[in-house]
């Protein structure tokens, strides 16, 4: 394959990173700013405002991404029928939505607040056909440009209010002010024609596709909201802020790697099957070199929590390390499927392993809802391993479906990352009386991680010493 060519794929995984973790940074430096000038309670009524919309307007979303993304090709009159239906249904949430805040809320200044709140789901309904044509047309430095030139208007809207002294108003704002921007920037850079038009048979197959696939994508987030109630309810609000804090730091780049891989990874498994490809060894090789970049960043930041934290914040947020720690690295476990998801988008199967996911994420709730008042924090972690446990069994079980008799292979897959993370966290974790030597806390802290990234490094060579000419004949396939 031509050089071009695979400079042209770097290049396009630039920018769906620059997109995400653009975003992740203008999202921590707003939050900070908002944790200076609003109390408390109008932080928590915003993000309540926020989280109702935001829940539905993901699942709407993933309904469409999952569904269109992967199909061949697309009529105007198909375009038509996702637009209409999809701005037609979130109007209808929107509706219900401002009428229950509007019964449970007294201040009019919240009840104003959920109004603007609730345009947020048809805003982001408007551009999501055109976001999936842009995907297909791997047109990703377009939607990263509007991406974080909308996350900037939104910043510049919500900030200036909450100097002023509006409250809640102003993060309500500014997800209103970003997602009206973006849209309004994306309907200007790719326009199509929508005909008003309805094919009934079209939508049940793409509602018969979309909708397994975004209720997975809602799982994980039912799982955060329901430990957070759980939590709130078992061991108090103090609790919810330490497991928050702790979640939020594995959470953000997680959530940044695996959407960008996601927005990539797509379009390109869908457009490899229409094209008569063989998957497997596409999905294997694509796991395999994907953890061996991903993984040792979760194990060092578990490895090296207590000496970060106290760099940070000092022992503020102590409490918080054992749940990072546990958190981090079972979010290494759940990688391993990280590129499942594109296949079964692929072959149209996204309904497998749902139940198993469900059910895992019901019992680990249930565990923690019982076992929180005896054991504290560290229920949290017990409840996530069982979940994740699930999960795994869950997901094996679809690989096997989809590719029969291919655990072995897998696991060939998974051992190089796994094993060289595991004897780096080993090393650093318990090793750091013997490696750190300054009486600097930053010192000792680069030190470790100079120490962790030689020991992944030299492990991985010594195991995969093919390691650059596997990647670039996977960036050439």
Known sequence: MPNTLVKNRFIRLFWVFFEKFGLVF?????FLIYAKYLTPTQLGIGVLLLTVVEFIS????????????RLDAITQ?????????????????SVLIFLAYYAYFDENIVILAGLVAVFLIPLQSASRVHIVHLRRKKKFRSLANRTILGKIVGMIVGITLAVKGYGEFAIVSQAVAMAFSSTLLLLIIEKRSLPF??????????????????????????????????????????????????????ELPRSAIVTALMGYANPVYSQRFHAGHDLKEFFLQSTKLGLIFIAPFFVGLAAVADELLFILFGDKWAPSTPI?????LLTVINLYFLFLPSVLVAYGKTKFALRGQLVSTAVALICLYFLAPKLGLLAVIVALALRVIGLSLANLTAVDRIYPNSFTALFKVLFP?????????????????????TQSSLLNLLTLIIVGAFI???????????LIRQLKGFISS
Not at 26 to 30: D, T
Not at 77 to 93: K, Y
Not at 221 to 229: A, D, E, F, P, R
Not at 456 to 466: D, F, G, H, N, R
């Open 324 to 328: 990072l720690i546990g958190i981090a």
């Open 456 to 466: 992944y490094t030299v492990a991985i060579l010594l195991m995969e010493s093919k």
């Open 77 to 93: 009159e198909q375009d038509g029928t996702a637009f209409w239906t999809l701005l037609l249904v979130s109007g209808i949430f």
């Open 197 to 250: 038009s309805f094919e009934k048979d079209w939508l049940h197959e793409q509602l018969r596709i979309g909708i397994p696939a975004s209720l997975k994508v809602l799982n994980t987030s039912l799982y955060t909201k329901g430990t957070i109630l759980i939590i709130e309810g078992t061991l108090g609000t103090a609790a919810v802020g330490f497991y928050n804090f702790a979640n939020r730091l594995v």
């Open 26 to 30: 203008l999202s921590i430096i707003s």
């Open 417 to 437: 990352s796994s094993f060289a993370s595991f004897l780096m966290f080993l090393v650093i974790y318990f090793g750091k009386p013997y490696i750190t030597f």
């Open 58 to 69: 993901k699942f709407l979303i993933a309904v469409v991404d999952s569904s269109m993304i």
